[in-house]
Nanobody
């Protein structure tokens, strides 16, 4: 059974940092890209960053220079290091894996206070 479990969210002041983790199981983790997405209340779920199986990364413009996605294949885990957080980063953050079917984790709440 495919499972994606996010953790690491919380409440932080603007300018602070958080590190999110996405622990994966039930598939050959090394072979797949993983993405981080976020969804604020009333908004659609948007891509934040993704990392390919061979470690190439892409970050959307709004988080470039502040967020960094990485993966540890030995731990079947993808991370999202978030620095210089802004109130507009407040959202539920999800990781996703795509194997001709989309698999999502349950999400972790990030709240940035001004």
């Amino acid at each position: 059974e495919v499972q994606l479990v996010e953790s690491g969210g919380g409440l932080v002041q603007a300018g602070g940092s958080l590190r999110l983790s996405c622990a994966a199981s039930g598939f050959t983790f090394d072979d797949y890209a993983i993405g981080w997405f976020r969804q604020a209340p009333g908004n659609q779920r948007d891509l934040v960053a993704f990392i390919t199986a061979d470690g190439r990364t892409n970050h959307v413009d709004s988080v470039k220079g502040r967020f960094t996605i990485s993966r540890d294949n030995a731990k079947n885990t993808v991370y999202l290091e978030m620095n210089s957080l802004k109130p507009e980063d407040t959202a539920v953050y999800y990781c996703r894996y795509n194997d001709n079917k989309l698999y999502w984790g349950q999400g972790t709440q990030v709240t940035v206070s001004s």
